[in-house]
């Protein structure tokens, strides 16, 4: 009777150890934790955006308004914040007086709440530093699962962000707030 010669196992489980490496892996987003990243920017204008469009400017219809952000100085996204109550105001039909002198209502802006969450799951070992014999390491972060979120935390009925203004009459023409 004729044998067949035994195929070798070896290339069949270097295949099979191959195929494994490259289905297991590991991959990363960039978290920034500088002043800003693409994902923040979009979380924080869209904040303002829908929290100042809820504001109803239209009873100063037609008056000449001039918006103070004094109340706005330690707010880091103050800039884009003045702008969209400004554009809410043109929208609305109000005037944009150039200085307080010329304004028939001072809208006084401030910002309650403007900024994210981050959360972090970890199931496995966090990265842990260990000193042995007077010599320090630190070794990595063993994860059999994680996950990482950042968020704007809902703060307002049908939106995020918390703003408001206070409209007051300079005397200058009828009040009408």
């Not at 920017?41 to 109803?56: E, F, G, K, N």
């Not at 008056?63 to 109340?71: G, I, K, N």
């Not at 390491?137 to 009925?157: C, H």
Request: some cysteine; charged content about 20%.
């Amino acid at each position: 009777m004729f044998q067949q010669p035994r195929r070798s196992a070896a290339p069949l489980v270097a295949l099979l150890l191959a195929t494994v490496n490259l289905a297991i892996g590991c991959g990363t987003t960039r978290w920034s934790d500088s002043k800003r990243t693409a994902t923040e920017q979009m979380l924080l204008s869209d904040a303002v955006d829908r929290a100042v469009q809820a504001i109803d400017m239209r009873p100063l219809a037609g008056r000449a308004v001039f918006l103070d952000t004094t109340f706005m100085d330690d707010v880091s996204d103050s800039n884009y914040l003045a702008s969209t109550i400004r554009h809410q105001l043109i929208a609305c039909g109000c005037r944009l007086a150039p200085d307080r002198g010329a304004a028939e209502v001072i809208v006084e802006a401030r910002s309650g709440v403007l900024g994210t969450d981050r959360s972090e799951l970890l199931i496995g070992i966090p990265a842990t530093s260990v000193e042995f014999a007077g010599s320090g390491t630190t070794l990595p972060e063993m994860a059999a699962a994680k996950r990482t979120d950042q968020r704007l935390l809902p703060v307002m009925p049908g939106g995020t962000g918390s703003f408001g203004s206070i409209a007051v009459p300079t005397g200058r023409g009828q009040s009408r707030c």
